[in-house]
């Protein structure tokens, strides 16, 4: 019985080192981390982590920034420069947008919830309101320039990352707006076209759009200050050598934004843009989601143990019954290809079809999860029906459906409390860069009621066929795991590195059109790669789909929901 237990002690013992070494990178030196709640425009209530540096009062007031993430991220993502920020002196507001992370309202709505963020900022007494700037990646450079809009005079710099002045979402910069403004647009950013208007990246010094805002019919040459920082219209651009979403994981890109604000804002500490340690703190809450893996899967072997989930146990996958091949076949090989590549293949597609099909509204509120549960629900029902095209023998794998059930919710709901004991204690989530693991608000937990739906349907089918479809009699533990997460992540992983092979080669992705589903698809390679995880490992103990099945429904329509912005205001 006792060995029943050792998974999930090791699965709290690598979430809890994780999390300490978060904990101490984010808060070296002293700094301070608080959640905070405060309200925005037309009362949205808005969210931000405040990182407070040690000795600031109200009478040893500090400068400030206010660090905003791109669209479908949430506060925790800017960690980085947050991080950097705090340790050089700044007080720094990491703010939710509307409709992201525990931030209310739609996304979009509300200048993005920028200019309430930097109207709370602003309110604070221990706030140098002088000097003041304003960070922001993507969609929340978007954000820093609705509050600039709002206050022209309520900051004094600005950083742009991987975002532009004028259209879509913005207004047009100028020689004199917004004020000292440093654009770091990394050679590799996969959104140049929406950005500056040009095919490239490493083609943004001669966007006329970006000139316009230098002053300069010439290519912009990079590191070079443009205009006057004591007039407010000095410019600088910074190409880093990495991509869009690359930006929070670049020392380069890091760098830039805080040798900018280290020229335009007074008080902050002398400590070269060289100096970073917000690695360790992202190393800290990877180790910290490899050990939540680890939970689910020592607290599903822990239940199982348990007398009420005997019956569970009443098959063995070693048995050759369990089992649809005795062996490889060609048309276990087709059946793996079909597996791995047809979700691929019909990704943008099916994505395309769900965003027409489902608009945002007071059931479906969050667009792109809707695209992605459509994109999964028809997946789901190909495999459902290949599988009589292409079955193997038959075999018996669905178990005790109400077991099944109990034994799916136990296993997540003990993983949530740990998800809600670190944020608590900590004030971490679980996450490698764009893959994070974070608590939902009851608003969110509301709205994964209605995908966990599709979800199920989804886990349900696919897995159904995936174990009944490719189990091999005689198979190893290793070739088992291998097989499985191979048939639910290659597809996925081939489709990145083509892309992404095609960005380093000619400057652009080959789907030059579709560079947000590009970004949102590189969560599916380690997702896909867990799912097979913990479907295989639940698998191998009750020769069932339906326990692994449930519980990467629960545990991905929490992932995605909590992740995700929130179009329609519910």
Do not use: C
């Amino acid at each position: 019985m006792l060995r029943k237990y050792r998974l999930f002690h090791l699965g709290w013992v690598i979430i809890l080192i994780g999390a300490l070494l978060a904990h101490f990178i984010q808060t070296s030196g002293g700094i301070a981390i608080k959640d905070v709640r405060f309200t925005g425009n037309n009362g949205q209530t808005l969210s931000g982590l405040l990182y407070v540096p040690p000795g600031v009062t109200n009478e040893n007031k500090a400068p400030a920034i206010l660090a905003v993430h791109g669209y479908i991220n949430s506060r925790e993502t800017q960690s980085g420069f947050a991080i950097e920020y705090a340790r050089r002196g700044y007080i720094v507001l990491a703010l939710d947008q509307s409709g992201h992370g525990y931030s209310e309202g739609a996304a979009f709505s509300n200048g993005f919830g920028g200019p309430g963020g930097l109207a709370y900022l602003r309110s604070l007494d221990i706030v140098d309101v002088d000097n003041i700037g304003l960070e922001g990646h993507s969609m929340g450079g978007w954000t820093i320039l609705a509050a600039a809009s709002a206050m022209p005079d309520g900051y004094k710099a600005m950083v742009l990352e991987g975002s532009s002045t004028g259209a879509p979402f913005a207004a047009d910069g100028t020689t004199a707006w917004p004020r000292n403004l440093a654009v770091v647009f990394s050679k590799y950013d996969e959104f140049s076209q929406l950005m500056w208007n040009v095919d490239r990246a490493q083609d943004v010094a001669t966007s006329p759009k970006l000139q316009a805002v230098f002053g300069t019919t010439d290519a912009i040459v990079p590191g070079q200050l443009y205009g006057d920082i004591a007039a407010g219209t000095a410019r600088q651009l910074q190409t880093p050598n990495t991509t869009h979403p690359g930006d929070h994981l670049s020392p380069e890109a890091i760098g830039h934004s805080i040798d900018w604000f280290a020229q335009t804002l007074e008080g902050s500490e002398a400590l070269p843009s060289s100096n970073q340690i917000w690695l360790w703190k992202e190393i800290g809450t990877l180790i910290a989601l490899v050990g939540f893996v680890v939970l689910l899967a020592g607290t599903f072997d822990m239940l199982l143990a348990a007398p009420a989930f005997a019956g569970l146990r009443n098959v063995s996958p070693e048995n050759p019954s369990a089992t649809a091949y005795v062996k490889r076949t060609p048309k276990w090989w087709l059946v793996l290809a079909i597996s791995a590549f047809v979700p691929v293949l019909s990704y943008y597609a099916f994505l395309y079809w769900g965003g027409l099909l489902l608009p945002a509204s007071a059931i479906f509120p969050q667009t792109i999860t809707s695209q992605i549960a459509f994109w999964a629900v028809l997946n789901g029902v190909i495999v459902f029906a290949l599988g009589f095209v292409l079955k193997g023998d038959k075999v018996s794998a669905r178990g005790n459906i109400w077991l099944s059930v109990l034994i799916a919710l136990a296993t997540v709901g003990i993983g949530y409390l740990f998800v809600i004991a670190a944020d608590f204690l900590f004030k971490v989530d679980f996450r490698f860069w764009v893959v994070a693991l974070k608590p939902m608000s009851l608003m969110q937990a509301k709205i994964a009621l209605v995908y966990l739906v599709p979800f199920t349907v989804f886990f349900v089918l696919a897995l159904r066929g995936l174990h009944t479809g490719l189990s091999v009699s005689g198979d190893s533990r290793l070739v088992q795991y291998a097989s499985n997460i191979g048939a639910l992540a290659l597809g996925f992983l081939v489709f990145l590195a083509f892309q992404y092979g095609t960005l380093l080669i000619t400057g652009h992705l080959f789907s030059m059109n579709e560079p947000l589903n590009t970004v949102v698809a590189m969560q599916f390679l380690p997702l896909m790669a867990i799912i097979a995880f913990l479907s295989t490992f639940a698998y191998r103990r009750t020769g069932s789909y339906l326990p692994g099945a449930l519980i990467n429904a629960l545990f991905v329509t929490w992932y995605i929901v909590a992740g995700q912005a929130t179009q329609f205001p519910v």
